[in-house]
């Protein structure tokens, strides 16, 4: 098969589309044929050297695919070979051929190509918004990159969760975000966010990390909960305890991929169970500002790089 590898940490340019082996299913994975896979912020922290896969994950970038079963592993039952599946990856989207744990697999209700760019989303925001932010219809939530394959993953579900939905991103993404049902989108660049939600926000998804920390404390209503799921700002800063015990407030940090299988595997079903409806029914779609072929995945790197999306890239197989 192909796969794009890194040829060394650095810019797009290193990426390269090659001819590797083929995967094998180990028991309990299925292979999948990958229709395309999607480009995640993660990935452009693989590529330049800075997150290393997880032991035992694969060296290829890539963190969801969707595609068909080719191949079932010992003891897989509940799928066959044919199945049209997308699939939270631990690395190796960018490829051919994936071989997946199957407790890591959903069906796919919806187009083919479309499904590359749910399971990353979905799995990182509902398991953000509900287990961990605890989110309820008529609460306030504040979601920080709202133009991101997160972001306009998280308005729409918080919308569908029946919560009041503000955002933050640049002026030019904010028909956009309107569109997908945010009730309102500031413009961080012009603005500043703490001025309009001091004491309102029940939960915060934030992706900036050290730089908002302060602001979004203030931000926060009381018993509030504030979910950090990235560190576009940064990774240290002061924690100004006495704003968080005023409030009863709580900041949890979180990451999906490091997480161990068992985990994933909850959390995959918990998007099945809650979130799977949802795209079934509309009230959720997927949202692909472009589609590249897989070949050129560093062209993808640099659109994703310079922000220029709204929702997801996909890389596409034999585009
Ligand atoms: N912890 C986890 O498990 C997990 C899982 C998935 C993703 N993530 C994180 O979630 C974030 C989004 O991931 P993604 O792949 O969806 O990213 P993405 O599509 O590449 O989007 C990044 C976004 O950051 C926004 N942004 C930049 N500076 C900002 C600021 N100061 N305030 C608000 N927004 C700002 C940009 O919007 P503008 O154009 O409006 O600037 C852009 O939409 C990343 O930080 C990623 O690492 C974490």
Not at 4 to 33: A, F, K, N, Q, Y
Not at 129 to 155: C, D, K, N, W
Not at 189 to 217: H, P, W
Request: charged residues 20%; aromatic residues 4%.
């Amino acid at each position: 098969m192909h796969a794009i590898i890194i040829r060394e940490p650095g810019g797009p340019e290193v990426l390269t589309w090659t001819e590797v082996p083929d995967p094998e299913p180990r028991p309990g994975e299925v292979i999948v044929d990958v229709a395309a896979s999607a480009v995640n912020r993660a990935d452009l922290l693989q590529r330049a050297g800075g997150y290393p896969p997880p032991a035992g994950a694969s060296p290829y970038p890539g963190l969801e695919c969707s595609g068909t079963i080719s191949a079932l592993g010992e003891g897989v039952t509940g799928w066959r070979v044919g199945d049209r599946v997308c699939a939270l990856l631990a690395g190796g989207g960018y490829a051919e051929k994936v071989a997946v744990p199957v407790e890591q697999l959903l069906p796919v209700p919806i187009d083919l190509t479309e499904a590359a760019g749910l399971p990353e989303v979905a799995c990182t925001v509902w398991s953000n918004l509900v287990p961990v932010g605890r989110l309820r219809a008529g609460e306030t939530v504040l979601i920080h990159g709202g133009g991101s394959g997160i972001g306009t993953f998280a308005i729409q579900f918080a919308k569908a969760l029946g919560a009041r939905v503000i955002t933050t991103a640049r002026r030019t993404k904010h028909a956009a975000l309107i569109a997908l049902g945010a009730d309102q989108v500031i413009d961080y660049t012009d603005e500043d966010f703490v001025e309009a939600m001091i004491g309102k926000a029940d939960v915060i998804l934030d992706i900036q990390g050290a730089s908002y920390l302060d602001r979004n404390l203030q931000a926060l209503a009381p018993n509030g909960r504030l979910v950090i799921i990235g560190m576009q700002g940064g990774r240290r800063t002061e924690l100004d305890l006495g704003k968080l015990m005023a409030k009863r407030a709580s900041v949890a940090v979180t990451a999906l991929r490091s997480r161990p299988p068992e985990e994933k595997a909850q959390i995959v079903q918990g998007v099945r169970d809650e979130v799977w409806p949802l795209l079934e029914s509309g009230a959720i779609r997927p949202v692909v500002d472009r589609t590249v072929p897989m070949d050129q995945a560093a062209h993808a790197h640099e659109i994703v790089a310079q922000n220029l999306h709204i929702g997801k890239v996909l890389l596409v197989v034999g585009q």
